[in-house]
C-alpha cells in the first residue's frame, strides 16, 4: 500500500519584477519538489498590508504572483494554490495564537528587529506577524516548510505556537511542523558580481523582453583577470554545465563583446518560453485559480478550525 505524501506548505509575496535571482533561488527548488508532496502554495496578501499601503499595486501584486507561479511550472492541479484572504480561518486562528503567547517572546523575532532596524513603521500587524504566519502552517496540518536557513526561526515560532496551544487544550489538537531547509544554488551573481538583487538593480529580469535580457547583459561587469570574464561567466553557469561552457569560453578567450552576446542568446532560449506562457495567462484565469483553490484549502483549514474552536469551549 502506497503511504500517504506528506504535507507542505509554502507562501509568497510578490516584491515586484522578479529577476533570475529569484527563480533559481526559490522557484526552481519549488517547482522541483512540489510533486513529491501534497502541496499548498499560498499567495500571503494579508502579510503584505505590514508594509504596503497601496490598493492598486495590492491588487497587481495578487495577480502577478499567481501568474508568475503558473509561468514556471505550477500546475494548480497537482496543488492548492489559494490567497490567504480568502479564507478566514487564517485570521481566527492567528488571533488564538496571539492568545497563547507572550510579547517578550514575540519582542525576540529576528525579522521584526531587522525590518524596525532598517525604518520600517513597528505596527502591531508587523509584531504579531510570526503568529499569522504559524497559523498558515497549522490550519493544513503540515509536516514540511521548506526556509532558507535565515527563515527558520520561523519555524521555530510556529512549534512554540502549536505546542504552547497543546500543552493547553490537548496534546494532539494541532500538529507541530518541522522546517526543510532548501540546499539552492547560493549565492546568485548579479551584472556587477555581488549578489543578485532588486535593491542594487543588478538584475536580469525573468520575463524580461529579448531587448532587456541584452541590456542586462551588455552591463555585465567585465574586469577580470585573465582571458575568461567571470562574471560573465558565473551567470552562465546556471544555465549550462562546466563541459558545454569551457569551450565556448576556450574558443572565444579575450572576446568579451562576443560571450556576452551568447550569453544573451542562452538566455532567451531559456527565459522566452516562460514569458510565452505567462504573456497568455488571464487575469480571470488567476481568478479562477484562486476560486478553485481556497475551496479546496478549506476542506482541511475548517476541520482545523474548528477542532480549535472544540478545544477552547466556543463551540456550543
Given at each position: 500500500m502506497n503511504q500517504p505524501k506528506k504535507r507542505?506548505?509554502?507562501?509568497?509575496?510578490?516584491?515586484?519584477?522578479?529577476?533570475?535571482?529569484?527563480?533559481?533561488?526559490?522557484?526552481?527548488?519549488?517547482?522541483?519538489?512540489?510533486?513529491?508532496?501534497?502541496s499548498y502554495l499560498m499567495v500571503a496578501?494579508?502579510?503584505?498590508?505590514?508594509?504596503?499601503?497601496?490598493p492598486v499595486e495590492m491588487q497587481a501584486n495578487i495577480?502577478?504572483?499567481?501568474?508568475?507561479?503558473?509561468?514556471?511550472?505550477?500546475?494548480?492541479s497537482k496543488c492548492i494554490l489559494f490567497r490567504q484572504s480568502d479564507n478566514q480561518d487564517h485570521m481566527e486562528l492567528a488571533w488564538v495564537f496571539n492568545c497563547m503567547v507572550t510579547v517578550p517572546?514575540?519582542?525576540?523575532?529576528?525579522?521584526?528587529?531587522?525590518?524596525?532596524?532598517k525604518g520600517l513603521e513597528p505596527n502591531a500587524g508587523l509584531f504579531t506577524y510570526p503568529m499569522l504566519q504559524a497559523a498558515d502552517i497549522a490550519l493544513y496540518n503540515v509536516d514540511?516548510?521548506?526556509?532558507?536557513?535565515?527563515?527558520?526561526?520561523?519555524i521555530e515560532y510556529t512549534r512554540e505556537a502549536v505546542g504552547k496551544?497543546?500543552?493547553a487544550y490537548g496534546e494532539h489538537v494541532l500538529k507541530e511542523p518541522a522546517e526543510q531547509i532548501l540546499d539552492t544554488v547560493g549565492i546568485v551573481p548579479g551584472t556587477d558580481g555581488e549578489k543578485m538583487s532588486k535593491s542594487k538593480g543588478n538584475t536580469i529580469p525573468l520575463f524580461g523582453t529579448t531587448e532587456e535580457i541584452e541590456k542586462a547583459v551588455m552591463g555585465i561587469v567585465t574586469d577580470s583577470d585573465g582571458d575568461q570574464p567571470e562574471n560573465v561567466y558565473a551567470i552562465h553557469r546556471l544555465l549550462?554545465?562546466?563541459a558545454e561552457l569551457d569551450p565556448i569560453y576556450e574558443v572565444n578567450k579575450g572576446r568579451y563583446g562576443d560571450l556576452k552576446k551568447i550569453l544573451v542568446s542562452d538566455l532567451e532560449d531559456f527565459i522566452a518560453p516562460m514569458r510565452a506562457r505567462r504573456d497568455a495567462i488571464t487575469d480571470e484565469q488567476v481568478k479562477e485559480v484562486l476560486v478553485d483553490g481556497v475551496k479546496r484549502a478549506k476542506v482541511?483549514?475548517?476541520k482545523t478550525i474548528n477542532q480549535v474552536r472544540t478545544a477552547i469551549g466556543i463551540n456550543l
Open positions: 507542505l506548505l509554502t507562501g509568497l509575496q510578490s516584491s515586484g519584477t522578479l529577476h533570475i535571482g529569484n527563480y533559481f533561488g526559490a522557484l526552481k527548488p519549488f517547482v522541483e519538489m512540489y510533486e513529491q508532496y501534497d496578501d494579508y502579510h503584505a498590508l505590514t508594509s504596503l499601503r497601496d495577480i502577478s504572483v499567481v501568474k508568475d507561479y503558473l509561468a514556471v511550472g505550477v500546475d494548480p517572546f514575540l519582542e525576540q523575532a529576528h525579522a521584526y528587529k531587522d525590518k524596525v532596524a514540511i516548510v521548506p526556509v532558507g536557513e535565515d527563515q527558520r526561526q520561523h496551544f497543546n500543552r549550462k554545465s562546466v482541511t483549514s475548517n
